[in-house]
């Protein structure tokens, strides 16, 4: 990965960083509890439940996601970054860019 790729890769990651905090915010605002007067339109409580807890799934998986990149920020100045931990090829330029926080090349991560 040359210089310009990198820097590339690290804008990516940051504005990755910057729209899943912004997920997680407007998520969290969803999960907040449930009045028992709550009527949102035509939501019965238990509508508004269940999609409170799809929402908190959701939040998890952002959170989860969140994290990573965070991790791939860190790691992108490194020299060993976009490199697979299992087999030490190249990580294609494409898939880190689609998932930075990806250690694995495509065939060691299908062979898990
Ligand atoms: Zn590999």
Redo the contacts with the bound molecule.
């Keep these: 990965m040359n210089q310009e790729e990198r820097r590339k890769l690290k804008c990516a990651i940051v504005d990755e960083i910057a729209a899943q905090k912004h997920l997680i915010e407007s998520l969290a605002e969803s999960v907040k509890p449930v009045a028992p007067d709550n009527a949102i339109g035509r939501l019965t409580r238990m509508e508004a439940l269940g999609s409170q807890g799809i929402s908190e799934n959701t939040l998890g998986a952002a959170r989860a996601k969140l994290a990573k990149l965070e991790t791939a920020l860190e790691k992108v100045d490194r020299p060993g970054f976009g490199i697979?931990?299992?087999?030490?090829?190249p990580?294609p330029k494409g898939r880190i860019m689609a998932m930075p926080e990806n250690v694995?090349?495509?065939?060691?991560?299908e062979?898990r």
């Excluded at 697979?84 to 090829?89: A, F, I, K």
């Design positions: 697979c931990v299992r087999c030490e090829n990580i694995l090349c495509v065939p060691c991560a062979k």
